[in-house]
């Protein structure tokens, strides 16, 4: 009686736990099935094929002897790995975004691929990311210490929101959620502003464009929505929604961001587009060579400089989760070197730290003798 009672008990626990897991995964942030006019948009895209996204050039997620994505996964998720988290706290500067002049124009890396930025009197967001967490379970892909500085508290009104892709370091829901309020409009790659619509936003606010799509804020203010080489998707399902990198082009300055994504020669592509930027932050972090094709190594970010005929570099998607196994000081350390004598200089700014448009100035080495 009692084995069977424990049968019981035990059986009602699983079925429990499995209603948990099912309502957990219908929660609002993993989004919901496209509306027929957005799958309709989706589909008319040329980089819609056979009801998934693809890449201008094809180029497997995972190379070497783990080729498989989720096996691969699996045995990085399994692996002991040593100092990609630092001991102590990351440095950090903390600018009251409250009380900046709308004239001045500057950017402010968040930490990782979340920035601010004072364009030609616009406020702009691109990917926050303000939780503790990069990831769908509370356990999972930690901030460092001292890398949340900023909260949606901090951020004023802004009159665009930038999202490169739909993977949880970059789309975070309770970020958005948060921020709700002060946001004007959104521009997005295809498929991502169901997302905003299921989330409550107007459809009024979406610019939600395919690559090489052309977006005009105000008069002489335009984003670029642009190609990138990476891949999309909140749990299972691969690439059902578009990725993207950005060119701000005002009548004063151009910035690009390229999202995530692995060397390729769109950045020529684009630099000759454009004819050069002043700044370009641009993916160094979170790599490994069995997965370079989505997320460049340093010396291909260093390559992409050169080949966006950009003057300055902010280097981000570091420093603030570890989703590789490189320690955590490694893609600036490596990147400084590899940057050495080329076209384009180096900022590395701290978390938080104000960079001018202007006049950028010069950055301490401060990842330098941190555990």
């Known amino acids: 009686m009692k084995r069977k009672m424990g049968l019981w008990i035990g059986t009602g626990l699983c079925c429990l736990a499995a209603v948990g897991v099912a309502v957990y995964l219908h929660s609002p942030r993993f ?13 008319a895209s040329p980089h819609y094929v056979n009801g998934h996204f ?13 080729k498989g994505l989720v096996k691969g996964l699996v045995d990085y998720l399994m692996e002991k790995r040593v100092g990609t988290v630092p001991e102590e ?22 930490g ?35 890398s949340n500085a900023y909260t949606a508290e901090d951020i004023p009104p802004v009159d665009v929101l930038v999202i490169s892709h739909d993977h949880w370091d970059h789309l975070d829901y309770p970020t958005i959620m948060a921020l709700k309020d002060k946001i004007g409009k959104i521009v997005c790659p295809l498929g991502v502003g169901e997302y905003f619509e299921a989330w409550g936003f107007k459809p009024s606010q979406l610019y939600e464009e395919d690559w090489d799509s052309d977006v005009e804020i105000s008069p002489g203010f335009h984003i670029h929505v642009l190609t990138a080489q990476h891949f999309s998707g909140r749990l299972l399902e691969r ?17 690009y961001y390229s999202g995530d994504g692995g060397y390729g020669p769109h950045f020529r592509a684009i630099g000759q587009k454009f004819g050069g930027f002043d700044l370009a932050l641009l993916e160094n972090g979170q790599y490994d060579r069995q997965w370079h094709n989505i997320h460049m190594l340093p010396a291909e970010t260093a390559q992409a400089a050169a080949d966006l005929q950009t003057r300055y ?6 420093s603030k989760f570890a989703l590789a196994r490189h320690t955590w000081q490694e893609p600036m350390q490596d990147l400084e070197k590899t940057g050495k ?4 200089q180096l900022l590395t700014p701290e978390i938080g730290d104000k960079v001018s448009m202007q006049k950028p100035g010069q950055f301490p080495e401060w990842w330098v003798n941190r555990k």
């Not at 989004?31 to 589909?43: I, W, Y």
């Not at 570099?313 to 570091?318: E, S």
């Open 31 to 43: 989004g919901r099935p496209f509306s027929p006019q957005r799958l309709a948009r989706v589909e």
């Open 313 to 318: 570099v902010i280097p981000v998607h570091n």
């Open 239 to 255: 690439n059902p929604t578009e990725w993207a990198s950005y060119a701000f082009i005002t009548p004063t300055h151009k910035v």
């Open 341 to 344: 004598g080329t076209s384009w």
């Open 112 to 146: 990782h691929s979340s920035f601010y930025m004072q364009l030609d009197g616009k406020r702009i967001l691109v990917d926050p990311v303000f939780s503790d967490y990069a990831s769908p379970i509370f356990f999972a892909n930690r901030a460092f210490k001292g």
């Open 54 to 66: 693809e890449n201008l050039r094809p180029v497997p997620v995972m190379t070497g002897p783990n």
């Open 89 to 110: 706290p990351v440095p950090h500067h903390k600018v009251n975004l409250w009380k900046q002049d709308r004239s001045e124009d500057f950017v402010v890396w968040m």
